[in-house]
């Protein structure tokens, strides 16, 4: 019974393509992630994010075309379950909808090699796609194109066959579409052509005049490993590509890998290859349209019909070439506003661009230019006026400028990063490490790859855009005035015995803040309980300035009010025209009316105000009591108490504050306590203030510091949060209060001691710190806020964490190309970061041949002292597995402090193994497990020798490849790549290993997470995570002496004296299943999960709703894509039953696009069986529950309402 969620959905980018898809005249562009689809318009130096797209599938590939009478382009799409679908975007609902869905999945049909890729022809006559070996489909894309209906049987090995594809054309009629348009039925046309080449690298069109047939460019290998370009024409009447059009072209370069056609009427093509960029021609004799002149002799096809072109006509000729710096180029752009210009991007994030010149009546000429090193390319997308979109899978992608298009003769121009996309992806290692000043983990990965690599620092929390830093240190609060007719805004900060005045610009925090000797009457030697702005009454609305202290209420430089008596001043609110304060027990409402400020009305309490707050249509007022801990409800109206609140808290109500999120959002009054909770009561009457009630009531523990409260503004375009409401929450950590889908939502914000904040102009925000203010703008709410540590290029590859050293260890691998002499510069090394500042305290090289491939923080010896152990592997060319590896152990010195100040590392002990060591594991008494190829080793430490004092106690070989090893008390949970999962225990008595279960499935395994005593969850190579438990049974029985029941021994023969008592002690006692382990769940996640760590980003949600007892264990998983998921085991059963019902009902109520089936996507799958997934609760589509506040509440029904499933949905949403 687990839930399965994403806190962070995969980053990687693998396609991008710019189209018209939302409107006839302007570009979009469009991101493929693993499983989903984002598009973006395209404004003058940025992107805006308009619509996200999930999809219950895997997408492989995307293209764009558009079909006539169309003005904008259908999207297709294709997944890696061979689903193919299209997609148009309607004006009218302002939605996407899928047009036409088939699947290409055929009987003994496999999926394509190297390329998974779709073409369309120049002019837009056709679309082929190559997504099985030794099939292409051909989509018809104009009437005059389609084949005739006798030829729709695709012709497969010279022999006609009905196709096998499925139409699941089972969706109604869009009525968003014009009904005169057959939409998309081009992909019901779809037939299938025999492609001989296999091993197809590269696919494209040549771009050749309109009159002439469309025709493929095909770049493959042969049986001898030379690329070869072939060229077919198509026959879209008889639906073949039998006919070549010119000879077989050899490439010169061995790793040829793109074609760039050039549209002129030679049919040019450019192929890129390691270190060379070829110009060939197709044909230079084109056949004559007209039919005038001299014809030739034309030869017909007694099979097909189709006429072929003679031999004299058949040419491919080389024109010219240049060697370029050697790379491994995986991506091309055409610059569309300049001729002849391309940019290629390489592996390691070189960008090139290529010109082809064409002097008058001279031969062609190729040139190119370095444009400099960006990310990784997978995709460049040509923006308009020098930007491009880069899109990457091992590193950020990226908005460029290249400022090599701006001058041929420029050289070595290092791009503009306009904007920054981060991408965690690969995530090759985790680690969680406990923030014991927060409520929250922080998550470290290893990410990236090539230059790319780095560690990345995840928290949870809103991030704040940092736009400065006033040094004003013992700031305790925070007031922003705004000044008429002035973009400038007075900040009014209070101390605790004197209060200054600032002056900013709106928005406009860059420029120099100015400060004031005084504003507008208020006193600057005193401390200031409350400051704002009120609105006088009569007969001229004006505004004033208002400053609230212990002695008096100062209303600009005309009005002042003092009490009458002594007493002082100590809590205060203020309204739109009004002003409360509060005498102790005694409660004033003042105004300003015809020039003057008057006190009208009072009201007495039996216990002194703590607090106070008025709403925001000034009916009503909230009073906090000490010693009664309860709140007041006054009619400002009547000035009497219409109703009171107990809170039922022994700690006082610290702060109270209205909420008015809009229409349709029901008023809520927020009680801040001293201890910490945060209580929030939905009320009813408000309008009439001497009819409010209390409706319900909610409690949140956001910490245990007093909770204060203060409004800011949301002003964010990609959330559409614009001039939204929020409220700014306050104990030991930041928390934001917004309203998502009808509902209050807590977000925490990754900032450490704040205690005030406020809203500054339209977007800015000001907190108050222990350091000063800091200025920042909230950009976005998303929980996830992401830093990036890079590590000069090396790319890390494992990592640990000590708590006793403070320190992190890396294990970093490093590939450098000289793209002169072609060399690939290989090392590895083990790095010791600081924890906190991940400043580099240690750097140990590895031997040039070896390479680092595990670490672990493990304490060894009597004495268990925390020391860092690194497995490593020996890389020899002519071995298919490494044989030799090392073992070794670098921890601290013992020249250090015992504060940690002074902290050096050295290697302490090393020793050699037979294989590569993949996993290691600590074990009680000093001792540690290690996994290496095929076998399973226990080591001890032996104290006498120092250098090389490691000790081998017994040694398990019934592995195969054993890639992961987990360890838990004496248990080693061993996973391997073709043995799946075994359960080893250590003997600390006799310092031996036996096997204790196995499961016998024979998958393919190497993370594993252990998720309760007894359950182990485990991810295989085809993207699924299953469940294995370990059964009590036993020991000693057999099987006669069980009954059908499962009844024990002694419950049978409880009173057979013929039984000894040891033997029967023997025979009851409980102990594992040594024969097998029983496979209890299965689930697609989509994914290649990397590791699965202990944890979760949020510790406990006992810090946010006072309880936790329903979830067990927690587990954090990361994945090849850069995803971050979590999995939470539910000890109810009852709430696993009722969110199994919703997630049922989910899956019936949501579609995907393309109407692909989440039940289908989540079956656990691989080579042999396909099967239901069971006992993983997919909670990514769980919490799409919220995405509409009015199919929630007939989703959830009553009989749910009772077990509160609603809250269980909402609190497991703050693990992900």
Not at 437 to 446: I, P, S
């Amino acid at each position: 019974m687990l839930y399965v969620g994403h806190a962070q959905l995969p980053t990687s980018v693998r396609h991008a393509i710019k189209c018209s898809f939302l409107e006839p005249h302007s570009q979009s562009l469009i991101l493929c992630k693993p499983s989903q689809l984002e598009i973006y318009a395209i404004e003058p130096d940025q992107l805006n994010l308009l619509h996200t797209l999930p999809v219950f599938g895997l997408i492989d590939h995307i293209q764009s075309y558009i079909k006539q009478p169309n003005q904008t382009a259908t999207l297709l799409v294709l997944t890696s379950e061979l689903n193919l679908f299209t997609l148009r975007y309607c004006p009218q609902s302002k939605s996407v909808i899928t047009t036409a869905t088939i699947s290409l999945n055929q009987p003994g049909a496999r999926p394509a090699d190297y390329l998974q890729t779709s073409i369309v022809d120049p002019h837009s006559r056709c679309l082929v796609l190559h997504a099985l070996n030794g099939i292409l489909h051909l989509i018809p894309l104009e009437p005059s194109s389609k084949p005739k209906p006798k030829h729709l049987e695709p012709s497969l090995g010279g022999r006609r066959k009905r196709s096998t594809i499925s139409l699941k054309s089972n969706h109604p009629p869009n009525p968003d579409l014009d009904t005169n348009i057959d939409p998309d039925s081009e992909l019901y046309q779809i037939v299938q052509l025999r492609l001989n080449e296999v091993n197809v690298h590269a696919l494209d069109f040549a771009a050749l005049p309109a009159h002439l047939p469309p025709t493929l460019l095909i770049l493959y290998s042969n049986h001898m490993g030379q690329r070869v370009l072939r060229s077919r024409s198509i026959d879209l009447i008889t639906a073949n590509c039998d006919q070549d059009i010119c000879p077989n072209h050899l490439c010169p370069d061995l790793d040829t890998s793109l074609i760039i056609p050039i549209p002129d009427d030679q049919g040019s093509v450019l192929l890129v290859g390691e270190d060379s960029v070829e110009l060939v021609y197709l044909t230079d004799r084109l056949p004559n349209p007209t039919g005038k002149g001299k014809s030739r002799d034309r030869s017909v096809d007694s099979r097909t019909g189709a006429t072929r072109a003679p031999e004299s006509d058949k040419l491919l000729k080389h024109v010219t070439s240049i060697n370029i710096p050697l790379g491994s180029y995986t991506c091309f752009c055409k610059v569309e506003d300049q001729p002849d210009v391309w940019l290629i991007g390489d592996l390691y994030g070189h960008v090139l661009v290529i010109r082809l010149e064409r002097p008058e009546g001279g031969k062609p000429l190729l040139r190119y230019q370095q444009a400099g090193q960006v990310s990784s390319p997978e995709a460049l997308v040509y923006i308009s006026d020098r930007f491009i979109y880069l899109a990457s899978h091992y590193g950020d992608s990226q908005l460029l400028r290249i400022s090599a298009l701006d001058s041929a003769l420029a050289q070595d121009c290092q791009p503009e990063v306009v904007a920054n996309y981060p991408n965690l992806a690969p995530i090759s290692d985790v680690c969680v490490v406990d923030q014991s000043e927060g409520f929250d983990h922080q998550l470290v990965t290893c990410s990236g790859a090539y230059q790319d690599g780095s560690l990345r620092i995840i928290t949870h929390g809103i991030t704040l855009t940092d736009l400065g830093m006033l040094p004003i240190a013992g700031a305790e609060h925070i007031w922003s005035i705004d000044t008429p007719h002035s973009p400038q805004v007075t900040l009014i900060v209070g101390f605790r015995n004197e209060t200054r005045f600032l002056i900013i610009e709106n928005d406009q925090f860059s420029q120099d803040v100015e400060e004031l000797d005084s504003f507008s009457g208020f006193k600057s030697d005193r401390r200031t309980i409350l400051a704002g702005q009120i609105i006088s009454q009569g007969h001229h609305v004006q505004a004033f300035p208002i400053q609230v202290t212990q002695e008096e209420v100062i209303v600009g430089e005309m009005f002042r009010w003092e009490p009458t008596s002594n007493d002082l001043i100590t809590v205060a609110a203020i309204g739109a025209s009004l002003t409360v304060v509060a005498l102790q027990r005694e409660v004033l409402l003042l105004h300003v009316k015809d020039n003057l400020l008057v006190q009208s009305e009072s009201i007495r309490f039996p216990n002194e105000v703590s607090c106070l707050a008025i709403d925001p249509s000034q009916k009503v007022l909230a009073v906090g009591q000490w010693i009664s801990n309860s709140i007041a409800l006054v009619s400002l109206d009547q000035m009497n108490v219409s109703t009171t609140i107990e809170t039922g808290s022994d700690f006082g109500v610290h702060s109270v504050l209205f909420t008015n999120f809009g229409e349709g959002i029901d008023p809520h009054l927020l009680a801040g306590m001293d201890d910490g909770e945060l209580i929030s009561i939905k009320l009813q009457g408000l309008e009439n203030g001497s009819l409010v009630q209390e409706q319900s009531r909610r409690t949140v523990v956001l910490g245990h510091r007093p909770i204060t409260m203060s409004r800011i503004v949301l002003d964010i375009p990609t959330d559409q949060q614009l001039g939204k409401p929020a409220v700014w929450i306050h104990s030991e950590h930041p928390t934001l209060m917004i309203e998502v889908d009808g509902r209050l939502k807590y977000r925490p914000v990754a900032l450490g001691d704040a205690t005030d904040a406020i809203k500054i102009g339209t977007r800015g925000v000001g907190v108050v710190t222990s350091e000063g203010i800091r200025l920042g703008r909230i950009d976005s709410l998303e929980k996830i806020h992401i830093s990036k540590i890079p590590l000069g290029g090396e790319q890390p590859k494992r990592i640990a964490h000590s708590k006793s050293m403070r320190a992190y260890g890396v294990v970093c691998v490093s590939q450098k190309v000289n793209q002169q002499t072609g060399e690939l510069d290989k090392g590895s090394s083990v790095k010791i970061i600081d924890d906190v500042t991940f400043e580099l305290l240690f750097d140990f090289q590895l031997l040039s041949i070896e390479q680092g491939t595990s670490i672990a923080a493990i304490e060894l010896g009597k004495d268990l002292i925390e020391d860092f152990i690194i497995g490593t592997g020996f890389v020899n060319p002519n071995e298919s597995q490494s044989n030799t590896g090392r073992i070794l152990t670098i921890g601290l010195s013992s020249k250090h402090d015992q504060e940690g100040n002074l902290r050096e590392f050295k290697l302490k002990r090393m020793t050699k193994v037979k294989g590569t060591v993949h996993g290691l594991g600590g074990l009680p008494g000093g001792k540690f497990v290690a996994s290496a190829n095929a076998f399973v080793h226990a080591f001890g430490i032996n104290e006498e020798e120092e250098d090389e004092g490691f000790e081998v106690l017994d040694t398990w070989g019934g592995g195969f490849v054993s890639q992961t090893v987990l360890t838990e008390k004496n248990w080693i949970i061993v996973g391997d790549l073709y043995k799946s999962i075994v359960v080893l225990e250590f003997d600390l008595k006799k310092f031996s290993l036996k096997v204790l279960g196995r499961d016998y499935s024979a998958m393919s395994v190497r993370p594993i997470g252990m998720i309760s005593d007894r359950v182990f969850v485990a991810a295989d190579t085809e993207f699924n995570l299953f469940t294995v438990e370990m059964r009590e049974r036993q020991k000693g029985l057999k099987e006669e002496d069980e009954d059908e029941e499962g009844l024990s021994v002694e419950e049978e023969k409880g009173d057979d004296d013929e039984w000894e008592e040891e033997e029967r002690r023997m025979r009851v006692e409980k102990v594992f299943n040594d024969d097998h382990l029983d496979t209890v769940g299965g689930f697609h996640l989509g994914e290649n999960v990397n590791h699965f760590k202990a944890g979760s980003l949020v510790k406990s949600l006992k810090h946010f709703y006072g309880q936790d007892l329903k979830y067990g264990g927690k587990l954090i998983f990361v994945s090849s894509t850069g995803g971050i998921g979590v999995i939470i085991k539910l000890e109810d059963l009852k709430i696993y039953k009722h969110l199994k019902a919703l997630e049922d009902r989910l899956k019936k109520e949501i579609l995907s696009i393309g109407g692909l089936d989440s039940t289908e996507f989540r079956k656990f799958k691989n080579k042999w069986k396909k099967v239901d997934g069971c006992e993983f609760l997919d909670g990514d589509l769980i919490q799409r529950l919220y995405n509409d506040s009015f199919k929630r509440k007939s989703l959830i029904k009553e009989d749910q309402d009772e077990v509160g499933i609603d809250e269980v949905v909402e609190e497991l949403s703050w693990f992900h």
